[in-house]
Every structure is written in structure tokens, then in C-alpha cells.
């Protein structure tokens, strides 16, 4: 089973979900997002197993600061923003195979696993 993390180091949740994970006996292809950002067609695809928007894929505050929370932006434009400016994807997202989830809490991995 290969699972992927997209992480924050810095954030407690993206690291309980790693830990967790990690306990499962899982070695996680560990990806710092904001050091290593998703391509647009990987966010798209990411987006797509999440069953998401883009929108519903923003960290709130992060999105206001960075003025997308403007409701006319459209999806494509969101998803090329998001990739440029990474911290304001919600995290951590974690993939195995063609199912994702949001590891908020990180318990939501299970659904995957």
C-alpha cells in the first residue's frame, strides 16, 4: 500500500495524522507541500478523489489574506492559486491509491486505509 501525505510539518494535525499513520505501520511517502507544491493537474486530481472544490479546499483565514475569497474566482483560477501560494490548501491531505481524505481529524484516514 503506498499512501502519500501532504504535510505541514509545522501544524499539529498534519503531524498526529503522520504519527498516526506511522503507528499503523505505514511508511508514507511524505510530501512538505509548501516546499514542494502539487502541480495544477495533480491538485485537480486530488480534488476530484477529495470530492471537493477548490474553494472547499481553502484554509479560511489564509484565503481572505490572500483575497481568495472572492466568490467570482473561478475554480481554474483558484487551482493555479493555490499552487503558487500552497499554504492555503487545508491540510494534511492523505492519498492511498485513488482515494483521499483530509486527515482533520487524522482519524478520517481509516476511511482510506
Not at 489564509?62 to 492559486?81: F, H, N, W, Y
Not at 501560494?85 to 486527515?103: C, F, Y
Amino acid at each position: 500500500m503506498t499512501v502519500t501525505i501532504y504535510h505541514n510539518p509545522r501544524c499539529g494535525t498534519s503531524r498526529q495524522t503522520l504519527k498516526l499513520l506511522e503507528e499503523l505501520g505505514l511508511k508514507p511517502n511524505v510530501v512538505e507541500y509548501l516546499a514542494a507544491p502539487p502541480s495544477v493537474g495533480e491538485l485537480k486530481r486530488i480534488l476530484k478523489m477529495l470530492k471537493m472544490t477548490p474553494r472547499q479546499l481553502l484554509r479560511k483565514k489564509e484565503a481572505v489574506e490572500a483575497g481568495l475569497d472572492d466568490p467570482k474566482l473561478t475554480d481554474e483560477v483558484l487551482i493555479k492559486k493555490m499552487v503558487a501560494n500552497p499554504i492555503v490548501i487545508e491540510r494534511p491531505i492523505v492519498v492511498n491509491g485513488a482515494k483521499a481524505t483530509l486527515g482533520r481529524p487524522p482519524e478520517s484516514v481509516f476511511t482510506i486505509l
